[in-house]
């Protein structure tokens, strides 16, 4: 277990104090320990943050019982004979919590190892890289770093007139802690964490309506891979509605009516808010301290992490990048690096790696093609669908497709590559090679000499990038 306040030592100066038990937080205090660093890491709760407590991992957990659901009630059509499934939710919750506990104990384990100090308490930074901590009990410890990493996290964002009150309104937090499914739900907010939720609430017997202010499902994504996770949420029974927006819900006897506008309502047992998140920094930062927060509530920082003071950092969810925990590893990796004066590297995050777990999954890197071409660029495009891969038509898992954008040569041909966008059977999986591509600048003609396995789901991508050579053998 993590040691309490009483259990560590306290006094002296670290190399570096963390604000934070995050994934930015505590891939800084890992990477910094095994280089020698004495570090302490403030928590308020448990170290592994958001991410593993409350959202990246138990999401998936439950997503992948959909998909444990979704294989079994299809397994007629690979001859195996089942009766129809039914799912108690209660066991996968149980499951939850154990994959979660399992994960924890080894992190924390990992700290121990490498001696990091943890700290419960909320964590307040003063002048002079000086942190007040303030545990449960009303306890207050000061730690003092020669340089210090912000790295407190977010919370989930709501909207007016949808107070959460863990019952008939949700947010992420609440609903990773549903006992059972609903019978009927609303989504509000179409983007990642919203369509996950709602293909996983479909997938498990829920009547879904999933509703989103944009134009279109998934904004930011190539439009081409949000209108395949549309058309399949709708083919699956998602009420998908989109240009909507919300003015308040009247709650019913059981359950609650969202109110849309014109008058129209739709009834559901739960309303999950989804609307992204916002950065946990309300009195996080003391005056006096060099360190500027913007009216949205993030940390002002450069590109190298840097804030308003030269030797302190923040990182994560606290500052206006993409909030992905792979991001915040990167960002505390890059912090310490410039702490040991070792050669380090901005993170670019136009080219960061996006995953998106709903069904059909949906992974993309570098610029969407209207992106590219609004930047100036003239484009190459070439699609290819699963429909044409063995291993997707071998899994019965045919919906999306792979899409490469590349600059256009002096010669015409297809040059660099700008973006990757894919849809489909496990394409979070499939999105590495993309990502080295995009981020090596690579071409088609370079790339067309990896040697793609078969039968596999990443032939597509293979098979796409063959086609920009113009040499293609399935894709024309």
């Known amino acids: 277990m993590v040691p309490t306040a009483d259990e560590v030592s306290v ?55 959909a998909t444990v659901f979704r294989t079994v009630a299809g397994a007629k059509e690979f001859g195996v004979q089942s009766s129809q499934p039914t799912v108690d939710f209660s066991v996968s919750l149980d499951r939850k919590r154990k994959v979660v ?34 545990a449960d009990d009303g306890t207050i410890t000061e730690l003092t770093g020669s340089h210090v990493v912000l790295a407190s996290g977010s919370v989930p964002r709501t909207i007016p007139g949808f107070d959460p009150d863990g019952t008939t309104v949700l947010t992420s937090d609440e609903v990773l802690d549903l006992a059972a499914v609903p019978p009927s739900a609303v989504v509000i907010g179409g983007g990642a964490i919203g369509c996950e939720f709602a293909s996983m609430m479909a997938d498990l017997g829920s009547q879904v309506t999933l509703l989103e202010v944009a134009p279109t499902l998934l904004p930011g994504c190539d439009p081409d891979v949000a209108e395949v996770v549309a058309k399949s949420f709708r083919r699956r029974g998602i009420d998908v509605r989109t240009g909507v927006s919300v003015h308040g819900h009247e709650r019913r006897e059981r359950g609650t009516s969202v109110l849309l506008g014109e008058g129209e309502r739709i009834d559901a047992d739960v309303v999950v808010v989804s609307v992204g998140r916002r ?10 301290t060099g360190v500027e ?31 992905l925990a792979h991001v915040a590893f990167a960002e505390g990796i890059l912090v310490i690096k410039q702490i040991l004066e070792e050669p380090a590297v901005p993170v670019d995050y136009a080219k960061v790696p996006w995953c998106i777990y709903c069904h059909p999954e949906a992974a993309f890197t570098g610029l969407t093609e209207q992106a590219a071409r609004d930047a100036g660029y003239d484009v190459v495009v070439q699609k290819d669908p699963y429909g044409g891969n063995g291993r997707a038509r071998i ?8 899409k490469v954008i590349c600059e256009r040569g002096a010669d015409g041909r297809a040059g660099r590559v700008l973006g990757v966008h894919m849809v489909g059977p496990w394409v979070t999986e499939q999105l590495g090679q993309a990502y080295l591509s995009v981020n090596w600048e690579a ?34």
């Open 443 to 476: 071409t088609p003609d370079e790339i067309a000499q990896y040697i793609q396995p078969h039968p596999t789901l990443s032939e597509a991508f293979g098979e796409t990038v063959l086609a920009l050579t113009g040499r293609g053998l399935h894709v024309g």
């Open 293 to 323: 927060v913007d009216a949205r509530g993030f940390v002002v920082v450069d590109e190298w992490m840097r804030t308003g003071h030269d030797k302190v950092f923040a990182i994560g969810d606290l500052v206006a990048t993409p909030q």
């Open 279 to 288: 950065p946990l920094s309300d009195g996080l930062v003391a005056d006096g």
């Open 101 to 134: 506990e399992q994960l924890f104990r080894g992190l924390s384990g990992l700290l121990r190892q490498r001696k990091v100090t943890i700290v419960p308490g909320t964590g307040q930074l003063l002048a002079d890289r000086r942190v007040r901590v303030t």
């Open 11 to 65: 006094s002296g100066q670290y190399d570096i104090v963390i604000v934070g038990a995050g994934p930015g937080g505590y891939a800084a205090a890992l990477y910094g320990a095994a280089a020698g660093l004495s570090i302490a890491m403030v928590e308020k709760e448990k170290v592994g943050g958001t991410c593993l407590h409350r959202g990246c991992i138990p999401a998936k957990e439950f997503l992948e019982t």
């Open 395 to 402: 899994l019965g898992e045919t919906e999306g497709l792979v």
